[in-house]
Protein backbone atom coordinates (compact mmCIF):
# COMPACT_ATOMS: atom_id res chain seq x y z
CA UNK A 1 0.00 0.00 0.00
CA UNK A 2 1.21 3.55 -1.03
CA UNK A 3 2.02 5.59 1.84
CA UNK A 4 -0.51 8.12 1.33
CA UNK A 5 -3.23 5.61 0.47
CA UNK A 6 -6.57 5.75 2.76
CA UNK A 7 -6.13 2.97 5.54
CA UNK A 8 -9.42 0.52 6.42
CA UNK A 9 -11.49 2.28 9.52
CA UNK A 10 -13.43 -0.46 9.03
CA UNK A 11 -12.50 -4.23 8.29
CA UNK A 12 -15.27 -6.75 7.86
CA UNK A 13 -13.68 -10.89 7.85
CA UNK A 14 -16.14 -13.76 6.84
CA UNK A 15 -18.95 -12.10 8.97
CA UNK A 16 -22.07 -14.42 9.14
CA UNK A 17 -25.25 -13.64 10.68
CA UNK A 18 -27.65 -16.81 11.08
CA UNK A 19 -31.29 -16.78 12.25
CA UNK A 20 -32.73 -19.65 13.40
CA UNK A 21 -35.84 -21.29 12.01
CA UNK A 22 -37.67 -22.97 15.21
CA UNK A 23 -40.81 -24.92 14.71
CA UNK A 24 -43.25 -27.00 16.70
CA UNK A 25 -44.72 -27.20 19.81
CA UNK A 26 -41.18 -27.21 21.56
CA UNK A 27 -39.92 -24.75 18.65
CA UNK A 28 -37.21 -27.23 17.78
CA UNK A 29 -35.11 -25.26 15.68
CA UNK A 30 -35.27 -27.01 12.34
CA UNK A 31 -33.22 -24.83 10.38
CA UNK A 32 -31.75 -21.18 9.66
CA UNK A 33 -31.65 -18.01 7.41
CA UNK A 34 -28.48 -17.29 6.56
CA UNK A 35 -29.24 -13.57 5.51
CA UNK A 36 -25.38 -13.10 5.64
CA UNK A 37 -23.12 -15.63 5.00
CA UNK A 38 -19.14 -15.10 5.26
CA UNK A 39 -18.90 -11.61 4.07
CA UNK A 40 -15.56 -10.03 3.72
CA UNK A 41 -14.49 -6.20 3.28
CA UNK A 42 -12.81 -2.80 4.43
CA UNK A 43 -14.18 0.62 4.55
CA UNK A 44 -11.63 3.00 4.04
CA UNK A 45 -11.41 5.98 5.81
CA UNK A 46 -13.15 8.88 4.44
CA UNK A 47 -14.70 6.78 1.36
CA UNK A 48 -18.17 5.87 0.62
CA UNK A 49 -18.76 2.61 -0.28
CA UNK A 50 -22.06 1.72 -2.03
CA UNK A 51 -24.14 -1.94 -0.88
CA UNK A 52 -26.22 -2.74 -3.48
CA UNK A 53 -28.48 -5.59 -4.21
CA UNK A 54 -32.02 -6.78 -4.13
CA UNK A 55 -34.78 -6.99 -1.52
CA UNK A 56 -33.74 -9.63 1.00
CA UNK A 57 -30.33 -9.82 -0.08
CA UNK A 58 -28.96 -9.43 3.36
CA UNK A 59 -27.64 -5.84 2.78
CA UNK A 60 -29.41 -4.25 5.39
CA UNK A 61 -28.66 -7.31 8.02
CA UNK A 62 -24.91 -6.53 7.13
CA UNK A 63 -25.16 -3.04 7.88
CA UNK A 64 -27.05 -3.50 11.25
CA UNK A 65 -25.02 -6.45 12.39
CA UNK A 66 -21.21 -4.31 11.55
CA UNK A 67 -22.80 -1.70 14.10
CA UNK A 68 -23.36 -5.15 16.68
CA UNK A 69 -27.17 -4.38 16.55
CA UNK A 70 -27.19 -8.37 16.41
CA UNK A 71 -25.04 -10.69 18.06
CA UNK A 72 -23.51 -12.18 15.01
CA UNK A 73 -22.77 -15.93 14.59
CA UNK A 74 -19.17 -15.41 13.33
CA UNK A 75 -16.87 -13.39 12.07
CA UNK A 76 -14.69 -10.35 12.87
CA UNK A 77 -15.56 -6.43 12.86
CA UNK A 78 -12.96 -4.21 13.22
CA UNK A 79 -13.39 -0.46 13.29
CA UNK A 80 -10.78 1.90 14.09
CA UNK A 81 -8.69 -0.85 15.34
CA UNK A 82 -11.29 -2.20 17.98
CA UNK A 83 -12.28 -5.70 17.21
CA UNK A 84 -16.19 -5.73 18.49
CA UNK A 85 -17.10 -9.16 16.63
CA UNK A 86 -17.54 -10.62 19.86
CA UNK A 87 -18.05 -7.42 22.32
CA UNK A 88 -20.43 -7.68 25.08
CA UNK A 89 -23.23 -5.67 24.38
CA UNK A 90 -22.32 -3.70 27.71
CA UNK A 91 -18.77 -3.19 26.64
CA UNK A 92 -19.95 -2.28 23.38
CA UNK A 93 -21.33 1.76 25.08
CA UNK A 94 -17.98 2.82 24.13
CA UNK A 95 -17.72 2.27 20.80
CA UNK A 96 -21.14 4.07 20.36
CA UNK A 97 -20.38 7.11 19.96
CA UNK A 98 -18.22 6.43 17.13
CA UNK A 99 -20.49 4.55 14.93
CA UNK A 100 -23.62 5.34 14.15
CA UNK A 101 -26.95 4.86 11.75
CA UNK A 102 -29.07 6.85 9.95
CA UNK A 103 -31.94 4.58 8.98
CA UNK A 104 -34.12 4.16 6.17
CA UNK A 105 -37.91 5.10 7.70
CA UNK A 106 -37.19 8.69 9.43
CA UNK A 107 -41.12 8.14 10.52
CA UNK A 108 -40.78 5.18 12.40
CA UNK A 109 -37.57 5.69 13.95
CA UNK A 110 -38.40 8.98 15.55
CA UNK A 111 -40.16 8.67 18.80
CA UNK A 112 -43.43 10.84 18.16
CA UNK A 113 -43.65 11.84 21.99
CA UNK A 114 -40.36 13.44 21.58
CA UNK A 115 -39.31 17.16 20.34
CA UNK A 116 -36.57 17.41 18.13
CA UNK A 117 -34.41 19.04 20.62
CA UNK A 118 -35.23 15.89 22.74
CA UNK A 119 -34.23 13.43 19.73
CA UNK A 120 -31.09 14.88 18.94
CA UNK A 121 -30.15 15.38 22.74
CA UNK A 122 -30.80 12.06 23.67
CA UNK A 123 -27.57 10.50 22.28
CA UNK A 124 -25.66 13.23 24.29
CA UNK A 125 -28.12 12.92 27.54
CA UNK A 126 -26.57 8.86 27.19
CA UNK A 127 -22.96 9.39 26.61
CA UNK A 128 -21.90 12.74 27.66
CA UNK A 129 -21.75 14.78 30.59
CA UNK A 130 -22.34 18.06 28.73
CA UNK A 131 -24.36 20.63 30.65
CA UNK A 132 -27.96 21.78 29.95
CA UNK A 133 -26.47 24.60 27.83
CA UNK A 134 -23.98 23.03 26.09
CA UNK A 135 -26.73 20.66 25.22
CA UNK A 136 -28.76 22.98 23.87
CA UNK A 137 -25.98 24.73 22.03
CA UNK A 138 -24.96 21.62 20.27
CA UNK A 139 -28.13 20.50 19.39
CA UNK A 140 -28.59 23.97 17.46
CA UNK A 141 -25.27 23.33 15.87
CA UNK A 142 -26.58 20.26 14.61
CA UNK A 143 -29.94 21.64 13.19
CA UNK A 144 -27.87 24.46 11.36
CA UNK A 145 -25.40 21.51 10.07
CA UNK A 146 -28.21 19.56 8.51
CA UNK A 147 -30.32 22.67 7.39
CA UNK A 148 -33.09 22.51 10.03
CA UNK A 149 -33.77 26.32 11.36
CA UNK A 150 -33.43 26.42 15.12
CA UNK A 151 -36.98 27.63 15.90
CA UNK A 152 -38.46 23.98 14.94
CA UNK A 153 -36.34 22.86 17.88
CA UNK A 154 -39.66 22.58 20.11
CA UNK A 155 -41.69 20.69 17.22
CA UNK A 156 -42.50 17.25 17.17
CA UNK A 157 -41.42 14.74 13.90
CA UNK A 158 -44.91 14.51 12.79
CA UNK A 159 -45.11 18.30 12.24
CA UNK A 160 -42.12 18.57 9.64
CA UNK A 161 -42.13 16.74 5.91
CA UNK A 162 -40.30 13.16 4.99
CA UNK A 163 -36.75 15.00 4.11
CA UNK A 164 -37.28 17.41 7.09
CA UNK A 165 -37.38 13.80 9.23
CA UNK A 166 -34.44 12.33 7.77
CA UNK A 167 -32.25 15.47 8.37
CA UNK A 168 -33.61 15.18 12.03
CA UNK A 169 -32.43 11.76 11.87
CA UNK A 170 -28.95 12.85 10.41
CA UNK A 171 -28.48 15.14 13.43
CA UNK A 172 -29.08 13.15 16.40
CA UNK A 173 -26.62 9.95 14.37
CA UNK A 174 -23.81 13.14 14.06
CA UNK A 175 -24.47 13.99 17.73
CA UNK A 176 -21.74 12.18 19.10
CA UNK A 177 -18.88 13.06 16.15
CA UNK A 178 -19.40 9.72 14.40
CA UNK A 179 -16.43 8.39 12.64
CA UNK A 180 -18.24 6.18 10.54
CA UNK A 181 -22.29 6.02 9.65
CA UNK A 182 -24.01 3.26 7.85
CA UNK A 183 -26.89 5.02 6.05
CA UNK A 184 -29.40 2.26 5.28
CA UNK A 185 -31.10 3.33 2.17
CA UNK A 186 -31.42 6.65 3.91
CA UNK A 187 -33.65 8.52 0.71
CA UNK A 188 -35.50 4.99 0.34
CA UNK A 189 -38.75 6.65 2.20
CA UNK A 190 -38.29 9.97 0.54
CA UNK A 191 -40.38 11.58 -2.27
CA UNK A 192 -37.86 11.51 -5.80
CA UNK A 193 -37.83 15.59 -5.35
CA UNK A 194 -35.77 15.28 -1.81
CA UNK A 195 -33.67 12.48 -2.59
CA UNK A 196 -31.13 14.27 -3.91
CA UNK A 197 -31.08 17.32 -1.33
CA UNK A 198 -30.58 14.34 1.42
CA UNK A 199 -27.84 12.84 -0.56
CA UNK A 200 -26.07 16.27 -1.07
CA UNK A 201 -26.68 16.85 2.47
CA UNK A 202 -25.13 13.20 3.20
CA UNK A 203 -21.44 14.54 0.75
CA UNK A 204 -21.16 18.07 2.09
CA UNK A 205 -21.17 16.26 5.94
CA UNK A 206 -18.94 13.67 4.75
CA UNK A 207 -16.22 16.91 3.42
CA UNK A 208 -17.01 18.80 7.10
CA UNK A 209 -16.88 15.91 9.50
CA UNK A 210 -14.91 13.43 7.93
CA UNK A 211 -17.15 11.00 7.68
CA UNK A 212 -16.74 7.48 6.53
CA UNK A 213 -20.24 5.57 5.04
CA UNK A 214 -21.38 2.32 4.75
CA UNK A 215 -24.59 3.64 2.03
CA UNK A 216 -26.64 0.96 1.46
CA UNK A 217 -29.24 1.09 -1.48
CA UNK A 218 -31.09 -0.47 -4.21
CA UNK A 219 -30.74 2.34 -6.20
CA UNK A 220 -28.04 2.00 -8.60
CA UNK A 221 -28.29 5.24 -9.97
CA UNK A 222 -27.80 7.01 -6.62
CA UNK A 223 -25.32 5.14 -5.45
CA UNK A 224 -23.36 5.48 -8.45
CA UNK A 225 -23.58 9.22 -7.57
CA UNK A 226 -22.19 9.16 -4.09
CA UNK A 227 -20.26 5.79 -3.64
CA UNK A 228 -16.37 5.66 -4.19
CA UNK A 229 -16.49 2.00 -4.07
CA UNK A 230 -19.44 -0.40 -4.65
CA UNK A 231 -19.95 -3.98 -3.32
CA UNK A 232 -22.69 -6.12 -4.82
CA UNK A 233 -24.60 -8.77 -2.29
CA UNK A 234 -26.40 -11.59 -3.91
CA UNK A 235 -28.16 -14.38 -1.28
CA UNK A 236 -26.20 -13.12 1.59
CA UNK A 237 -22.90 -13.13 0.12
CA UNK A 238 -20.55 -10.27 -1.87
CA UNK A 239 -20.64 -11.05 -5.06
CA UNK A 240 -17.96 -8.36 -6.69
CA UNK A 241 -16.53 -5.38 -5.23
CA UNK A 242 -14.79 -2.52 -7.30
CA UNK A 243 -14.34 1.20 -7.67
CA UNK A 244 -17.05 3.02 -9.29
CA UNK A 245 -16.31 3.56 -12.09
CA UNK A 246 -14.83 0.38 -13.21
CA UNK A 247 -17.89 -1.66 -11.71
CA UNK A 248 -20.25 0.65 -13.90
CA UNK A 249 -17.94 1.27 -17.04
CA UNK A 250 -17.67 -3.08 -16.87
CA UNK A 251 -18.99 -5.21 -14.35
CA UNK A 252 -17.53 -8.38 -13.92
CA UNK A 253 -20.21 -10.79 -12.59
CA UNK A 254 -23.33 -11.84 -14.19
CA UNK A 255 -25.13 -10.54 -11.28
CA UNK A 256 -23.75 -7.14 -11.87
CA UNK A 257 -24.03 -6.88 -15.64
CA UNK A 258 -27.72 -7.35 -14.79
CA UNK A 259 -28.63 -5.45 -12.15
CA UNK A 260 -26.96 -2.41 -13.92
CA UNK A 261 -28.50 -3.13 -17.70
CA UNK A 262 -31.75 -2.65 -15.33
CA UNK A 263 -30.81 0.61 -14.39
CA UNK A 264 -32.98 3.26 -16.74
CA UNK A 265 -30.66 4.98 -19.37
CA UNK A 266 -31.90 8.94 -19.85
CA UNK A 267 -29.57 9.13 -22.83
CA UNK A 268 -32.43 7.68 -25.68
CA UNK A 269 -29.29 6.60 -28.06
CA UNK A 270 -27.41 4.85 -25.46
CA UNK A 271 -30.83 3.37 -24.41
CA UNK A 272 -31.50 2.05 -27.90
CA UNK A 273 -28.21 0.09 -27.82
CA UNK A 274 -28.48 -1.40 -24.45
CA UNK A 275 -29.32 -4.63 -23.94
CA UNK A 276 -31.39 -5.78 -21.32
CA UNK A 277 -30.51 -8.69 -19.66
CA UNK A 278 -33.75 -10.33 -17.59
CA UNK A 279 -32.92 -13.23 -15.48
CA UNK A 280 -34.94 -15.76 -14.86
CA UNK A 281 -36.94 -17.15 -11.93
CA UNK A 282 -36.50 -16.08 -8.16
CA UNK A 283 -33.98 -15.25 -6.42
CA UNK A 284 -33.55 -18.51 -3.59
CA UNK A 285 -34.57 -18.91 0.12
CA UNK A 286 -31.28 -18.04 2.07
CA UNK A 287 -32.34 -20.45 4.42
CA UNK A 288 -31.81 -23.22 1.59
CA UNK A 289 -29.21 -21.68 -0.96
CA UNK A 290 -28.19 -23.92 -3.99
CA UNK A 291 -25.39 -25.96 -3.88
CA UNK A 292 -22.19 -24.15 -5.47
CA UNK A 293 -22.55 -20.84 -6.84
CA UNK A 294 -25.57 -19.19 -4.75
CA UNK A 295 -26.15 -17.56 -8.34
CA UNK A 296 -26.25 -20.66 -10.49
CA UNK A 297 -30.22 -21.16 -10.38
CA UNK A 298 -30.15 -17.84 -12.44
CA UNK A 299 -27.12 -17.00 -13.93
CA UNK A 300 -27.43 -16.67 -18.16
CA UNK A 301 -23.68 -17.81 -17.97
CA UNK A 302 -23.96 -20.89 -15.80
CA UNK A 303 -21.46 -24.10 -16.09
CA UNK A 304 -21.41 -27.04 -14.38
CA UNK A 305 -18.60 -26.52 -12.01
CA UNK A 306 -20.81 -23.89 -10.65
CA UNK A 307 -23.70 -25.86 -9.33
CA UNK A 308 -20.71 -28.05 -7.20
CA UNK A 309 -17.99 -25.57 -6.16
CA UNK A 310 -18.36 -22.74 -4.66
CA UNK A 311 -16.85 -20.12 -6.29
CA UNK A 312 -13.59 -18.36 -4.16
CA UNK A 313 -14.34 -14.58 -3.31
CA UNK A 314 -10.90 -13.14 -5.04
CA UNK A 315 -9.21 -9.79 -6.04
CA UNK A 316 -9.12 -10.65 -10.04
CA UNK A 317 -7.89 -7.10 -10.76
CA UNK A 318 -6.22 -4.95 -8.73
CA UNK A 319 -8.97 -3.21 -6.50
CA UNK A 320 -11.85 -5.71 -8.37
CA UNK A 321 -12.90 -8.82 -6.26
CA UNK A 322 -15.36 -10.78 -7.55
CA UNK A 323 -16.68 -14.49 -7.07
CA UNK A 324 -16.97 -16.27 -10.13
CA UNK A 325 -15.93 -19.56 -12.36
CA UNK A 326 -15.57 -17.25 -15.25
CA UNK A 327 -12.85 -15.28 -13.84
CA UNK A 328 -9.67 -18.06 -13.77
CA UNK A 329 -7.15 -15.23 -14.05
CA UNK A 330 -6.88 -11.82 -13.91
CA UNK A 331 -7.79 -10.96 -17.43
CA UNK A 332 -10.67 -12.72 -18.12
CA UNK A 333 -13.76 -10.60 -19.23
CA UNK A 334 -17.62 -11.85 -19.82
CA UNK A 335 -20.31 -10.37 -21.67
CA UNK A 336 -22.98 -12.25 -20.60
CA UNK A 337 -25.44 -10.10 -22.85
CA UNK A 338 -23.30 -12.03 -25.58
CA UNK A 339 -24.22 -15.63 -23.89
CA UNK A 340 -26.64 -17.53 -24.82
CA UNK A 341 -29.76 -17.67 -23.05
CA UNK A 342 -30.46 -20.03 -20.45
CA UNK A 343 -33.20 -21.98 -22.40
CA UNK A 344 -30.43 -22.03 -24.96
CA UNK A 345 -27.75 -23.34 -23.35
CA UNK A 346 -30.18 -26.25 -21.66
CA UNK A 347 -30.93 -27.10 -24.93
CA UNK A 348 -26.88 -28.13 -25.69
CA UNK A 349 -26.99 -25.79 -28.40
CA UNK A 350 -24.32 -23.57 -26.80
CA UNK A 351 -22.33 -23.71 -23.55
CA UNK A 352 -20.25 -20.72 -22.03
CA UNK A 353 -17.26 -21.61 -21.78
CA UNK A 354 -15.16 -20.47 -18.86
CA UNK A 355 -12.61 -17.38 -19.64
CA UNK A 356 -8.65 -17.95 -19.27
CA UNK A 357 -7.21 -15.23 -21.34
FE1 LIG B 1 -22.63 -17.66 -13.06
FE2 LIG B 1 -21.04 -19.73 -12.55
FE3 LIG B 1 -20.13 -17.27 -12.24
FE4 LIG B 1 -21.91 -18.26 -10.54
S1 LIG B 1 -19.80 -18.98 -10.85
S2 LIG B 1 -21.94 -16.25 -11.47
S3 LIG B 1 -23.18 -19.49 -11.91
S4 LIG B 1 -20.76 -18.23 -14.16
Excluded: W
Amino acid sequence: MLDDAPAPLVSIRDLKMHFPIHSGLLRRRVGEVKAVDGVSFDVMEGETLGLVGESGCGKSTCGRAILRLYDITSGTITIDEREIGQTSQSALRTMRPIMQMVFQDPQASLNPRMNVEAIIREPLDEHTTLTAAEKREKVGELMDAVGLNRRFAKRYPQSFSGGQRQRIGIARALALNPKFIVCDEPIAALDVSVQAQVVNLLEDLQEQFGLTYLFISHDLSMVRHIATRVAVMYLGKIVELAPREAIYADALHPYTQSLLSAVPEPDPALASTRQRVILQGDVPSPSNPPEGCNFCTRCPAVMDICRTVEPEYREVRPGRFTACHLYTNSDATVDITALPDRATAARGETQPTRRTT
